[in-house]
């Protein structure tokens, strides 16, 4: 059957050596301003179309050159022609193109999903313009203001090196609405002379910029720069230069305000260096030179790599390997590359659907958050549709498609068995563990601490010594209360004297209940400063051993207000493990199930334990410090008003321990770590209830 006839403004230009040394070539489309690499066996098919006889090219490119291909070869590349609309139409062929663009334009509610997550808007055509200004861009390129912008680099670093602090002070400051906004026009500018960097890298390798305007990815605007025709140069560093132009414009500008930030006083110009330096680094490490994404670190890497469209082609061989372990398909591989190369790839394809998958799920979030709430959710079922399960779906499509072979496979069944196990031990119900930081520490402890500022009269005890009940700890001296004190005495005494003189005379017995009255408040004053006075010479409720006492500590000694003078341990041998444990693993333990503590330091002593008791009332702030995340312990905590507040609802637990369990270990209390025997559990359930609890609270809109 006679071959299809080409398009006739199709252009054949050369392109580089492959990397097995074959040559290639680049085939432009300039109808749809695109460009499709070829291999040699392609270009020297496609150099024999015109025998029109598929038989007839495979005979004389076998005879003519030193491959070997068959017919079959050319009707493959006529395929390849036909798939990217590379042909002449045929008479008849309206109804195909007619069902074919249907295909390519999709429904209605397919069109308006592909422009939701990605559409173009072209705004300015810079060929000529950028062609006049291309004598003044050089100076940029020169190797003089390279080495002048690596000096401003040093120098710019070095000084913020010696401003650390004022730089991040700056960085909190800025967190505002006018800060905001300044970041706002920063972006706008740096991305501006970013793809201005694309544009004139592009110009100076001679291609052709036909557009400049803005894309909206997820609805997100972002600047964009046509340099397609970049396809046409031949050398791989000369695309290297124009990829890498938009970074290293960025660079240029960070290194240079960095260094304005640093010499410039105060004021607004300051704030502006600042703003453009800090957005011009965040932009390039964070986002630009991630290959992970379409954007200029992608576009770096394929060139350095000399592999045009390397997401697909490594998530094709990704998939490959995928198929091969779990199905043993023995299928022939996509593309053949050098193990490393290859291993490479398929590393690099995980990495890439992981780091989407977590970078849409984040935009997916910030949706629905950030968005009226039922748009929101319409979004995030968008997002979730397009990025995660559609992928899916083609993968298990493929697989289906290949449903007799995996059916048949030894390999199969092994991976279905280990599925199905893995989702067994998922919904199985497993003897559980919780476990969490914990203390150790005496059963009851009385602190003893000076009520405000006072000096040491009397200190019967010393460290360790036992204190028997009812016993005065120390004695505590305040002249000023002591002052009061006699004062009060005194005028008690006067008014006792006056009540008892009162029935001599008549005018004193008028005025008898008036003295009475006065003598009651002075007596009922005296008791409350008595009262008082007990707290300044502290006695032993319970039986006991001073502990923790300040050797330096002597009679005549000041102290300061509600310091710390030493603590008593009831001297009865128990002792108590307490722990905080949150919602969920606090409703998997229980009184009376069985713990293990064991204590950090070097000796890791380790003791039996069981539950005593379970708050049922979550703590509103953590009183054993100890615990806190930012000291070593498990339970995530916020500072306020000098208070660690939990920042999720934990609850007390507390651990009987065993009589005489504890040995003279050296210290009054221990951290350590509890383990606790807790309920069976399957482990996917937490996860069930967790989703079901948030879709629960979300749903209240």
């Known amino acids: 059957m006679p071959l299809p006839r080409l398009r006739e403004e199709l252009d054949l230009l050369p392109g580089p050596v492959l990397d097995d040394g074959q040559p290639s070539w680049t085939l432009h489309d300039p109808v749809r301003h695109q460009f499709l690499r070829l291999d040699w066996p392609t270009f020297e098919i496609l150099s024999r179309w015109s025998l029109d006889d598929a038989q007839a090219i495979a005979a004389a490119v076998s005879a003519d050159t030193t491959l070997q291909i068959g017919p079959a070869a050319v009707q493959q590349v006529a395929r390849f022609l036909q798939d990217n609309q590379l042909l002449q139409p045929q008479a008849g062929s309206a109804r195909q193109l007619a069902e074919r663009l249907d295909k390519i334009k999709g429904s209605p509610f397919k069109w308006l999903l592909h422009h939701y997550l990605f559409f173009r808007i072209p705004l300015w055509q810079p060929d000529a313009w950028l062609e006049r200004w291309q004598g003044a861009a050089a100076i940029f390129c020169s190797r003089g203001f390279l080495a002048l912008t690596l000096a401003v680099l040093t120098l710019g670093l070095y000084q913020v090196a010696r401003q650390w602090d004022v730089f991040t002070a700056s960085l909190v400051d800025n967190f505002s609405w006018s800060g905001l906004a300044a970041y706002g026009v920063a972006l706008v500018a740096v991305k501006f002379l970013h793809e201005l960097g694309h544009a004139f890298a592009a110009k100076r390798q001679g291609c052709r910029i036909p557009a400049m305007g803005v894309a909206f990815l997820v609805l997100w605007p972002v600047a964009y720069t046509d340099t397609n025709e970049t396809w046409r140069l031949t050398g ?303 006695r032993a409720p319970f039986p006991g051993r001073l502990r923790d006492l300040d050797p330096d500590l002597q009679v005549g000694q000041w102290l300061s207000r509600k310091e710390k003078i030493a603590l008593l341990v009831r001297d009865d041998g128990h002792w108590l493990v307490e722990t905080w444990l949150d919602e969920h693993d606090v409703q998997r333990v229980a009184p009376g199930d069985s713990a293990l503590f064991i204590a950090d330091g070097p000796a890791a002593h380790a003791i039996r334990l069981k539950v005593k008791s379970i708050d049922r009332d979550a703590s509103r702030v953590l009183p054993r410090p100890e615990l806190a995340v930012q000291f070593g312990g498990h339970v995530l905590t916020r500072e306020k008003a000098g208070q660690l507040v939990p920042e999720r609802a934990v609850y007390r637990v507390s651990f009987e321990v065993p009589a005489n369990a504890i040995e003279d270990w050296g210290h009054l209390s221990w951290r350590g770590q509890v383990t606790v025997h807790a309920s069976w559990e399957a482990p996917a359930w937490r996860y069930l209830r967790q989703a079901a609890a948030v879709l629960i609270r979300e749903l209240g809109f």
């Open 236 to 538: 791989r560093w000369q695309r290297l230069r124009v990829a890498a132009a938009g970074i290293a414009t960025e660079l240029v500008i960070a290194a240079w305000a960095t260094l304005c930030w640093a010499l410039l006083p105060d004021g607004a110009w300051r704030s502006a260096a600042f703003a453009l330096a800090t957005t011009s680094w965040i932009g390039t490490l964070a986002i630009n030179a991630s290959p992970f994404m379409r954007f200029d670190g992608y576009f770096i890497l394929s060139d350095w790599l000399d592999l045009p469209n390397l997401h697909q082609r490594s998530f094709a061989l990704a998939r490959w390997k995928l198929r091969e372990w779990l199905f043993d398909l023995r299928e022939p591989k996509p593309e053949h590359f050098p193990p490393g190369r290859e291993a490479g790839l398929i590393a690099f394809a995980w990495i890439t659907w992981t780091y989407r998958l977590v970078v849409f799920l984040g935009i997916a979030v910030m949706v629905y958050h950030f968005a009226v709430k039922l748009v929101g959710i319409l979004l995030f079922a968008v997002e979730i549709l397009w990025f995660v399960l559609l992928p899916i779906r083609v993968e298990l499509a493929a697989w289906r498609e290949r449903w007799p072979r995996i059916r048949s496979s030894r390999r199969s069944r092994a991976s279905a068995a280990v599925l199905l196990a893995a989702l067994l031990l998922t919904v199985v119900p497993w003897p559980a563990r919780v476990t969490a930081s914990a203390m150790l520490k005496p059963a009851e402890v009385w602190p003893v601490f000076a009520p405000s500022g006072a000096r040491v009269d009397a200190l019967p005890f010393r460290e360790g010594d036992a204190v028997p009940q009812d016993a005065e700890l120390l004695r505590l001296y305040l002249p000023d209360l002591q002052m009061r004190r006699q004062a009060l005495l005194a005028r008690v005494e006067q008014l006792r004297w006056q009540a008892a003189a009162s029935g001599f005379e008549a005018e004193s017995r008028q005025r008898l209940l008036v003295n009475e009255q006065t003598l009651a408040g002075a007596q009922s004053e005296l008791a409350s400063l008595d009262t008082e006075f007990k707290t300044y010479a502290p």
